[in-house]
């Protein structure tokens, strides 16, 4: 990722768009220092509230997973302990950030339950994660998440993993919980479809540098950047039935060659030669939206 | 719960029969003659003969199958050859002490292999998880005839710290056995001096006999934690804020133990009927030894009554490791 910032209010759901191998994924794990011990953040930082956390200690990142910034992953499946009652595994993260006891989270942790809509908390309670669905899993790591609650929520795909049925549902709940307890969220997703479902604003990536970020209104009804035009014409409810859906030609490309001009020159259908040398200006097209791109300045 | 326990020792039965049948056969078949054994090379053939009748060996194989199968049904393993006693109160005899030290063996193993494994798989390609590796790996390989030798030479000749026979130092002997097992009995008879000695007589041959489950138990808890470690969940819990030890120990170990608890029963088998050798080396007047000296006789009612014992021993290891998997799997109970 090269450098990007992001801003988000209390109580708003920010989007970050992007296609599969943008590195949006990567960029959510090293925030909480939760990358594997072979992968390791060559250059840079990831500054939180004033902290850069990429200099902080194991010990000090600790006391912020969790408590300031909290994660909801793709796999619901799989992000669960296997053999821990949920009640158990809430209650343990509960105690932590509330500093009770265990017999004190239990009304928390039941409250918990019923904020991700559970109507009969105690009975989930006692019941493991094999017992339940993937959209239910889901909304437990979801209520994990949330326990603290934190600051800031990232949500990494958080529905990709599940039923379209069940996505609807996972996104109000989401929309819900951060109107309830005023956290800032950045959900990170590829489906343009769950941008127009929750989010305030929406930030469109590419190959970790931001091409294009507005309201959501501004970038679903008039964007601007050729490439979430794209994006936009890829969903498949822009074709009529019969009809091939749009693809974008071309891949990602490889991240570690630094390109000169705009990253997305190599699969634009609109690039001329300028767009391939040089880095295109930031413009800004109103209060909100900002797009950095060669036509638009045309 | 119970249906499982019910089911397991009516297979027990099963299991018993064809251990019988399969022991029974290999030492009818086997050239050599116990009657002679008994006897002596210079007796009559006349003694010989009538000695033969006393066994039964003068029936045909499946006859005699039959009567030691009427006697083990009403609780008779036979008569031992060599030492005229019933093979049962030999076995009453020999078996608590060959129990005591696999149990003070399979503490030390689960005590020391668990955590070393934990430190293996969390430190992994460190410097502690190379000792670790190295240890292991030398538990695996080295035998006990050597390791235990090496023992005494350092523990006992060397240093003199510890003694390297026997259950007790000479004159001192336990005058009321409750449970056979010398810690135990003293204990609950309030003896201190014998608590401490037979305690102090256990240590070499215990830590001779666990080294090799030990590293058994450690190459198993450090491979199933590492896998455990890279799972999701894992990763979900850190997030949360959950803190590293706790993370390792309930989230980590909790489901890594699954595996290890079959590697450990298993192996806690194996040192009921492995001792053989360290109990010939520490002189240790267990079950072991005294089956070595009764293959050497060809003295095959306590041969068989050896080999069910260690046949009951292994079903009911495995009932217990099937139990501990539904504890700790609630997938299983279902």
Known sequence: MDRVSLSVDRGEILAIVGESGSGKSVTALSILGLLDKNAKIEQGNIVFDGTDLTKLSTKEIQKYRG??????????????HPTMRIGDQLTNVIKRHHKLTKKESHPIMLEMLKDVHFEEPELIAQKYPHELSGGMRQRIVIALAMSAPPELLIADEPTTALDVTIQAEILTLMKELTQKYNIAVILITHDLGVVREVSDNVCVMYAGKILEKGTTKEI????????????????????????RLQEIEGEVPDLKQHLPGCIFSSRCPLSKDECFIKAPPQLSLSETQMVHCWEVSR | MKRIIVKRLSLLVLVLFGVTLITFVMSHVIPGDPARMMVGQRASEETLQKVREDLGLDQPVWAQYLLYIRGLLSGDLGTSIRTQQPVISDLAAFFPATLELALYAFIIALLIGIPLGVISAVKQNTILDHIGRVFSIGG????????GIVAIIIFYAQLGWLPASGRLSIGLEINRTITGLYTIDSLLTGNWKIFKDSLWHLILPAITLSYVQLATITRQVRASMLEVLNQEYIRTARANGIEEWYLIIFYGLRNALKPTVTVVGLSFGSLLGGAVVTETIFAWPGMGKYVVDSIAFL????????????????????????????VLDPQVRE
Not at chain 1, 72 to 80: D, G, K, R, S, Y
Not at chain 2, 307 to 320: D, M, R, S
Request: avoid cysteine.
């Open chain 1, 220 to 243: 679903l009804d008039n964007p601007k950047h050729p490439y979430t035009n794209l994006l936009l014409r890829a969903l498949p409810d822009q074709v009529n039935p019969g009809e």
């Open chain 2, 140 to 147: 695996v390989s080295i035998p006990v005839f050597w390791s």
């Open chain 1, 67 to 80: 408590k300031r910034i909290g994660m909801v992953f793709q796999e619901p499946m799989t992000a669960l």
């Open chain 2, 299 to 326: 003295d095959f009612p306590s041969i068989m009554g050896f080999t069910l014992i260690i046949a009951i021993g292994y079903v009911i290891i495995n009932l217990i490791v099937d139990l501990l998997y539904m």
